[in-house]
C-alpha cells in the first residue's frame, strides 16, 4: 500500500460524498481515487503536505475534489476560494520550510562555535 494510500481515511470520503449528495457506495472508488489523486498532486507536484488534525487541510482537500468531480465534464476554471486557498496552502508550505532550514542553520552555527 502507498503511503499516500493511507492518508486518505473513510472519513475522507464520506464528508466527500456527503457534499457530493451521494448515499450509494456504487462511486466510491472513483471517488477515493479521486482524493488520492489530488494529495499524491499536491504532495508530489507543489510539494505541499497535507496535516490530516488540520481542519482547514481536510476542508480543502475535500473541497478541491468536489470541484474536480463536478467539472469532470468541462473545463471550468478553480473557482477563486479554491485558488486562494491553494495560494495559501504554497506559502504555508515555503514558510515552513524556511523555518526548518533556518532553524537547522543556527543549530550547525551553534554546534560550530560551540
Not at 464528508?15 to 456504487?26: D, F, N
Not at 494529495?39 to 475535500?62: A, G, S, T, V, Y
Amino acid at each position: 500500500m502507498l503511503e499516500i494510500e493511507k492518508t486518505v481515511s473513510n472519513s475522507h470520503l464520506e464528508i466527500l460524498k456527503a457534499k457530493l449528495g451521494i448515499t450509494m457506495s456504487t462511486r466510491d472508488n472513483l471517488l477515493l481515487h479521486l482524493l488520492l489523486s489530488i494529495r499524491e498532486e499536491l504532495e508530489k507536484q507543489k510539494n505541499i503536505k497535507l496535516d490530516d488534525e488540520r481542519f482547514d487541510h481536510i476542508d480543502f482537500l475535500i473541497d478541491y475534489a468536489a470541484y474536480r468531480y463536478n467539472s469532470k465534464d468541462n473545463q471550468t476554471e478553480m473557482p477563486m476560494h479554491l485558488r486562494y486557498r491553494l495560494h495559501n496552502l504554497l506559502i504555508e508550505n515555503v514558510r515552513k520550510k524556511d523555518v526548518e532550514q533556518g532553524n537547522n542553520t543556527t543549530q550547525e552555527t551553534s554546534e560550530q562555535h560551540g
